[in-house]
């Protein structure tokens, strides 16, 4: 397998710091994006700068000039981005009526405005050498919106629609964009989850108002119990880099407690785009 020049982004922890050691494991060049490596995550950036292979770099992904520079200063150094891997997200929860305007916005512009910043500025890098990978992090709540996840369950519909559309629009030019849909697992995220900012509306809801504590606790017990490992996800975004173009599935879910229920729903859907493709004289783009 060809070493690849690979950007991964929100790799200060979980699912980006594993999947930003494997790449650079298989010898492939890393370059990690975090904010703030100077300050809170200046532990983080410099463990991973001894890493062989990886490079990190200082992003803010809410801030268009941060994400260009990044883009220019990788292409300066190696010529391409062969691979785009959008990890880094942002998780609302709660009472969906106690997210205010600017939460949403926030939300969105983690979740759905940056992965798409990035995606437009290294796809011009991608269709110049005819090949290109892309992988959108999202989640099992990408296909379902569960109660209290509603705002986050937004972004990642949103993210899922960019990613679907843009699937087949660019895999005739020989690049690939996949989806990993990942469940629920013990990772940093968990611990830095953010709640609507209006809580006067809580005690409109009564009872319903501690649900979310229910749920959080239910998900305790069931890491307990399945004992959910956050490597799967990198291992995942690992095959996905080594399958050959064109191979690629459009979605892959890594969850071991619910994602049969997932796959089920990604496979009914499937069926049903396939005919209204086909009913739209697009069946070239299922090939």
Same mark, same amino acid.
């Given at each position: 397998?060809?070493?690849?020049?690979?950007?991964?982004?929100?790799?200060?922890? *979980?699912?980006?710091?594993?999947?930003?050691?494997?790449?650079?494991?298989?010898?492939?060049?890393?370059?990690?994006? =975090?904010?703030?490596?100077?300050?809170?995550?200046?532990?983080?950036?410099?463990?991973?700068?001894?890493? #062989?292979?990886?490079?990190?770099?200082?992003?803010?992904?809410?801030?268009?000039?941060?994400?260009?520079?990044?883009? @220019?200063?990788?292409?300066?150094? #190696?010529?391409?981005? @062969?691979?785009?891997?959008?990890?880094?997200?942002?998780?609302?929860? *709660?009472?969906?009526?106690?997210?205010?305007?600017?939460?949403?916005?926030?939300?969105?512009?983690?979740?759905?405005? /940056?992965?798409?910043?990035?995606?437009?500025?290294?796809?011009?890098?991608?269709?110049?050498?005819?090949?290109?990978?892309?992988?959108?992090?999202?989640?099992?709540?990408?296909?379902?919106?569960?109660?209290? $996840?509603? =705002?986050?369950?937004?972004?990642?519909?949103?993210?899922?629609?960019?990613?679907?559309?843009?699937?087949?629009?660019?895999?005739?030019?020989?690049?690939?964009?996949?989806?990993?849909?990942?469940?629920?697992?013990?990772?940093?995220?968990?611990?830095?989850?953010?709640?609507?900012?209006?809580?006067?509306? $809580? @005690?409109?809801?009564?009872?319903?108002?501690?649900? !979310?504590?229910?749920?959080?606790?239910? =998900?305790?017990?069931?890491?307990?119990?399945?004992? !959910?490992?956050?490597? #799967?996800?990198?291992?995942?975004?690992?095959?996905?880099? #080594?399958?050959?173009? *064109?191979?690629?599935?459009?979605?892959?879910?890594? @969850?071991?407690?619910?994602?049969?229920?997932?796959?089920?729903?990604?496979?009914?859907?499937?069926?049903?785009?396939?005919?209204?493709?086909? /009913?739209?004289?697009?069946?070239?783009?299922?090939?």
């Amino acid at each position: 397998m060809s070493k690849k020049i690979v950007l991964i982004t929100g790799t200060n922890s *979980g699912f980006g710091w594993l999947t930003a050691n494997s790449a650079a494991g298989l010898g492939h060049k890393v370059y990690a994006a =975090m904010r703030d490596i100077n300050g809170k995550n200046a532990d983080k950036a410099a463990a991973l700068s001894l890493v #062989e292979n990886i490079t990190v770099l200082d992003v803010s992904l809410t801030d268009e000039a941060s994400v260009k520079n990044a883009i @220019d200063t990788i292409i300066a150094k #190696e010529g391409a981005i @062969d691979v785009l891997v959008n990890n880094a997200g942002l998780t609302l929860f *709660g009472v969906a009526e106690s997210g205010t305007t600017a939460d949403l916005q926030r939300t969105f512009d983690v979740n759905v405005i /940056a992965p798409w910043m990035l995606m437009k500025l290294v796809l011009p890098f991608m269709r110049k050498k005819s090949e290109g990978l892309i992988i959108n992090v999202t989640s099992g709540y990408g296909r379902f919106s569960a109660p209290f $996840f509603a =705002m986050y369950s937004a972004s990642k519909f949103a993210l899922e629609g960019l990613s679907e559309g843009l699937h087949y629009e660019v895999r005739p030019l020989g690049i690939d964009v996949a989806l990993i849909q990942p469940g629920g697992f013990p990772t940093e995220m968990a611990q830095k989850i953010q709640t609507g900012s209006d809580a006067s509306v $809580f @005690d409109e809801y009564g009872v319903l108002a501690k649900f !979310p504590e229910k749920m959080f606790s239910a =998900m305790g017990q069931m890491f307990e119990t399945i004992k !959910p490992n956050p490597q #799967e996800v990198a291992d995942a975004v690992i095959k996905l880099i #080594e399958l050959p173009q *064109g191979a690629r599935p459009l979605r892959t879910v890594v @969850d071991p407690a619910l994602g049969e229920i997932t796959k089920g729903a990604n496979d009914a859907v499937q069926l049903a785009y396939d005919q209204i493709l086909k /009913a739209y004289g697009l069946e070239e783009l299922l090939k």
